[in-house]
């Protein structure tokens, strides 16, 4: 992995600076000019950024080419303050620290008119992967997707809420009811953002299944009533009315399955090559279980998630563990999927 560049000599002094992946394995910083809202936009001084798998991913070359346009601004889960508004756009909102939805749903077709903007019609679209993200001083976004925070919001910690939505999309396709027993498959960000989710709903049984020990430690501190390595799951086979699949590792999606019980429920958010699931669908059938795959978050999931934080229900800042100047931005993505247990969210601090 090549080391970040300083800024290039073609480069224009003054401005803003952002990271950009021309393509796999190749990245630079530049500065140039601050961007400019256009109407109905909004621009946002990065205040944190996290980096995910998704974006290692976009970096090493391994994201699907329909869901990646290099050269490209990454970025797609961050916080920070809105500093300039376009045309059209409430002036109230300049000052306001606010997360904002990636995915550019057009909102007019039958899937957004629903509430399922992830599925819009329109087509895959979104912030730091076909659209300039927020590694960067400044990021540009539509206003209608904007989700403000209360004043003195804690916005190193409001950069999670990305990955809360989709734990949040996760969790409200599951519909959790109390006192049921319910197992979160894998403890790495999103894993123990379900598990802070799902603690609300007070489960009977809330059980975190992770071979890293560290992170089923912090699963009971975040409301897991019980912990379990991988290679313990299979004592556990039938037990629980909902499952909550994170890990994305080959088998989980299959062991997940074998996890719920007859007529429970299963929820996907791994991305897993195609053939590579290994679900029976003979199990399926005759267990009659309900299963779900979630990709990004709808609306609904995103206010649902903002709520959580704002009540003080969700805490994600104790995930963070790593904070980089976006200078040091090659150094930052070498550590997500590193398999260091002690790493967990990694922030990019403009």
Sequence with gaps: MSAPSSTPSN?????????????????????????????????????????CMSD?????????????????????EWAGTVDLVGEGVDPGLTGRGTVAEGFRACGICARCRTGE??????????????????????????????????????????????????????????RPEPGERIAVVGAGTLGLLAVQLLAAFTPGELTAIDPRGERTVLARKFGATDAAATA??????????????TAG?????ASSCLLARRGGRVVLTGMFAPGASGI??????????????????????????????TTGVLTPGPLVTHEFPLERYGEAVALVGGGDPGTGKVLLVP
């Design 56 to 76: 290692r991913e976009l970096y090493d070359g391994r994201r699907d080419a329909d869901h990646v346009r290099y050269p490209v601004v990454p970025g797609h």
């Design 249 to 253: 590792a080959p088998a989980t999606a």
């Design 11 to 51: 480069a224009p002094v003054g401005g803003g600076r952002a990271v950009v992946v021309d393509r796999p394995g190749v990245h630079r910083l530049v500065r140039g000019p601050e961007p400019v809202p256009g109407p109905g936009e909004v621009r946002v001084r990065v205040a944190a950024a996290g980096i």
């Design 117 to 174: 903007t992830s599925l819009c019609d329109r087509g895959y679209d979104e912030t730091g992967f076909t659209r300039p993200g927020a590694f960067a001083d400044h990021v540009v976004v539509p206003a209608r997707l904007l989700h403000p925070l209360p004043d003195g919001a804690d916005l190193r910690a409001a950069a999670l809420l990305e990955p809360a939505a989709v734990a949040a999309a996760a969790v409200r396709s599951g």
């Design 280 to 309: 029976d669908p003979v199990r399926l059938s005759l267990d009659q279980l309900t299963v779900r795959g979630v990709f990004g978050a709808p609306s609904a999931a995103w206010t649902f998630a903002v709520r959580a934080f």
């Design 232 to 245: 313990e799951a299979g004592e556990l086979r039938g037990r629980y009315d909902l499952v909550v699949e």
